[in-house]
Nanobody
Framework: QVHVEESGGGLVQAGASLRLSCAAS????????IGWFRQAPGKEREFVAA????????DYTDSVKGRFIISRDNFKNTVYLQMNSLKPEDTAVYYC????????????????????WGQGTQVTVSS
């Protein structure tokens, strides 16, 4: 069983950068695709980015393409979300999740594909 925990959130001004980390337990972490999702107040949870077990597959939602970078270090059991040029509309609680059953490029945006979720980390971007 895998457990994940997010960190790195905070309060920043528009245009700033943050790097979120998703630390996982379990020796088989390197087998699992990882996704980042976010949920803003009053809105549904939405897909942000995802990375396959060997970083061969990476996907981003359109609103973060060119600004966010997802990466993973399987030796450290950690996935990162580098967020640059942050905007107020990026304000949300960010969650990482592991897909124990696996996914494909066609399903990686679906939250039902993920089995283990963290508690989330708050990101607030002021204008």
């Amino acid at each position: 069983q895998v457990h994940v925990e997010e960190s790195g959130g905070g309060l920043v001004q528009a245009g700033a950068s943050l790097r979120l980390s998703c630390a996982a337990s379990g020796r088989t972490f390197s087998r699992y695709p990882i996704g980042w999702f976010r949920q803003a107040p009053g809105k549904e949870r939405e897909f942000v980015a995802a990375v396959g077990w060997n970083s061969g597959t990476i996907d981003y939602t359109d609103s973060v393409k060119g600004r966010f970078i997802i990466s993973r270090d399987n030796f450290k059991n950690t996935v990162y979300l580098q967020m640059n040029s942050l905007k107020p509309e990026d304000t949300a609680v960010y969650y990482c999740a592991a897909s124990v059953t696996g996914w494909s490029i066609s399903t990686c945006r679906n939250s039902d594909t993920y089995d283990a979720w963290g508690q989330g980390t708050q990101v607030t971007v002021s204008s």
